[in-house]
């Protein structure tokens, strides 16, 4: 399916703040960028790099004031995600060099901390594909989505004992259960079709046969027409602002839409309780990285 997507931010900086944005999509596994367009008011030098996990980032530096970055793309993606039950466990030596450090714990996923959760959830079933799926089930059923209950500091831990979050801290409990039963598992950041509510969104993967597998546990049944824009350890590696000085962010819109239609899917922030809390945005001013 072809989806147009993309989200506005508005800002207002209390001075010169370099920013660093992870906003655009590569194409690949599962999506071709089609087209996309960049607007950023008032207009600045943009300088570009590729991250270590391959993320498109883009550094600025804004402006005293009011400042807004637009981007749009249209991205032509996969109507299904792979599924495999009963595809089985990599053992550790047998996994590529750049897969291998995707089984260490990381700053919001605390691997070493949940492993007699992990053993209780999976008790009983076949290393691999299954016991992640059977940690994406657990997850979806056992925690409650509700946004205002975590913030920027939330991590895995704390979710497995509140057993309330967003995208995010599903995400980051799915990837720390997954570890500490030596499954590489990642972050992934971007947009969902026909996400109920609208907003970035955050799933993880599991490295399975091989092979990386999605999963997101906001999800009742597995949903394609994804759009992927970041991966990496935990979020404070896809963060889609990182703020190096005072500013704040005043308005955000999101929208999915099948190509062509109108951004009748947009969310404003008003609606929701903050960037940072939904997949996140990295504040050097506020939080340490």
Not at 85 to 113: K, M, W
Not at 141 to 154: D, H, K, L, P
């Amino acid at each position: 399916m072809q989806l147009d997507a993309g989200c506005e931010l508005s800002f207002d900086a209390q001075g010169p703040t370099p920013l660093l944005l992870m906003l655009r999509p590569r194409s690949g596994a599962g999506q071709w960028v089609v087209r996309e367009e960049y607007q950023i008011n008032p207009s600045v030098i943009v300088t570009e790099f590729t991250d270590l996990y391959g993320n498109l980032c883009q550094r600025l530096v804004a402006p005293e004031g009011p400042f807004s970055i637009r981007f749009m793309a249209t991205v032509q993606t996969a109507d299904t995600i792979d599924v495999a039950p009963g595809a089985p466990y990599t053992p550790v030596e047998q996994l590529p060099d750049d897969v291998l450090h995707f089984t260490l714990p990381s700053r919001y996923c605390q691997a070493d901390q949940l492993g007699q959760l992990a053993a209780d959830i999976t008790a009983g079933v076949e290393p691999g594909y299954d016991q992640a799926e059977a940690i994406r089930r657990w997850i979806h059923e056992n925690v409650t989505y509700q946004y205002g209950t975590s913030n920027a500091s939330t991590s895995a831990v704390d979710t497995a004992a509140s057993r309330v979050g967003v995208c995010r801290d599903f995400t980051h409990l799915g990837i720390s259960l997954c570890r500490s039963l030596n499954i590489p598992a990642r972050m992934v950041v971007g947009y969902l079709y026909q996400l109920d509510p609208m907003d970035l969104h955050a799933w993880f993967e599991a490295f399975v046969d091989g092979r990386w597998y999605t999963f997101d546990a906001t999800q009742e049944k597995p949903r394609g027409n994804r759009i992927t824009v970041a991966y990496g350890r935990d979020a404070a590696d896809v963060a889609f602002t990182t703020q190096f000085g005072p500013m704040s962010l005043e308005n955000m819109h999101v929208w999915v839409n099948a190509a062509g239609t109108d951004n009748g899917d947009e969310k404003n922030t008003d609606e929701v309780t903050t960037f940072s809390a939904s997949v996140g945005s990295n504040n050097q001013t506020d939080s340490e990285l």
